[in-house]
């Protein structure tokens, strides 16, 4: 994976990194956004690589940005040199995403790229979802979900420590100590007050309810471009077996024009040892959907 290292700056003025790996110069084929999940980064996940190698190979630019949420505690540059602001997983928001992926197709833009598919994996998936459901940008024409995670599983597996965990989130945020760390096994990483109430009270990421598909999936209903789901069957954050929770996705998907799926049989939530099957899936269904 060869490419470039490049830094945007959000709306609200906050530096974030990535990498940026070009195919046959403005090719007109798509660019590709990947957003990570929790706690990684824009370089972590080793199917990177391939995906990079596999998508510039046949002309199409690839991009892996972080988003501010990145790592579990990181300082992040602000627009004034003597400043930054710790956020990481642990202090992040979850709206904020819609300042991160803004800016990374803001550079895509502006170097060129008019269209582009957002791919998200594990939380990215929440976050590429959700961006797209409330902004309808129009450089968006598709999604790519990769191993998208049920955050109702998290609660579930919790038991009664959950209710615990959001009770102490409430009170320390109405005594505005909404940077106290919770840890315990709602998460596997301490997070804030503020960032639990975000995730488990606004809850605006509850998105992929696989488990509940009697519920209204508002966030998956409103989006209108194509998307595929990938996942595999060892360690995925889903009750239903990968088969049943993708199908629930598929019925979920109201107003896209298609929404296919695919099982990698055998490969994890973070695709290692099935670094060639993924990108292969990736790159066969972009062909095949966008084909000129």
Same mark, same amino acid.
């Given at each position: ?44 996940? *080793? ?10 190979? /046949? ?42 992926? &803004? ?28 961006? *797209?459901?409330? $902004? ?17 599983? !998290? ?7 959950? *209710? /615990? ?38 809850? &605006?990421?509850?998105?992929? /309810? ?5 519920? %209204? !999936?508002?966030?998956?209903? &409103? ?9 595999? $069957? ?17 019925? &979920? ?11 990698? *049989?055998?490969? %994890?939530?973070?695709? /290692? ?11 066969? !269904? ?7």
């Amino acid at each position: 994976m060869k490419g470039e290292l490049v830094r945007v700056w959000t709306e609200d003025e906050l530096q974030l990194q990535g990498l940026h790996c070009t195919g046959q110069e403005l090719s007109g084929l798509l660019a590709v956004l990947h957003i990570h999940g929790a706690s990684s980064n824009f370089y972590r996940s *080793q199917f990177l690589d391939r995906l990079a190698d596999g998508l510039t190979d /046949r002309g199409y630019s690839f991009l892996s940005g972080n988003t501010r949420g990145h790592d579990i505690i990181n300082n992040v540059y602000a627009k004034d040199p003597t400043a930054s602001r710790r956020i990481g997983v642990a202090f992040e928001i979850f709206e904020d995403c819609l300042l991160d992926v &803004k800016a990374w197709l803001g550079f895509l833009q502006a170097h060129g790229y008019e269209q582009a598919v957002l791919l998200g994996h594990s939380f990215g998936a929440s976050k590429v979802a959700y961006y *797209q459901s409330e $902004t309808a940008d129009e450089r968006v024409k598709a999604l790519i979900f990769m191993s998208p995670a049920d955050q109702g599983f !998290w609660l579930e597996a919790a038991g009664a420590e959950a *209710q /615990r965990a959001l009770t102490w989130a409430k009170d320390m945020v109405s005594e505005g100590r909404e940077e106290a760390l919770f840890s315990g096994p709602l998460i596997p990483y301490p997070m804030s007050a503020a960032t639990i109430r975000s995730l488990f009270v606004e809850s &605006k990421s509850d998105i992929f /309810r696989f488990g509940r598909p009697d519920e %209204p !999936w508002q966030t998956i209903a &409103k989006l209108r471009c194509p998307m595929l789901a990938l996942m595999g $069957t060892v360690a995925e954050l889903t009750a239903p077996n990968p088969e049943e929770a993708l199908a629930v996705l598929k019925s &979920k998907a109201l107003s896209s024009p298609r929404c296919d799926t695919v099982v990698l *049989q055998g490969a %994890p939530h973070n695709y /290692r040892g099935y670094e060639a099957q993924v990108t292969e899936s990736i790159i066969n !269904w972009l062909e095949e959907s966008f084909a000129s």
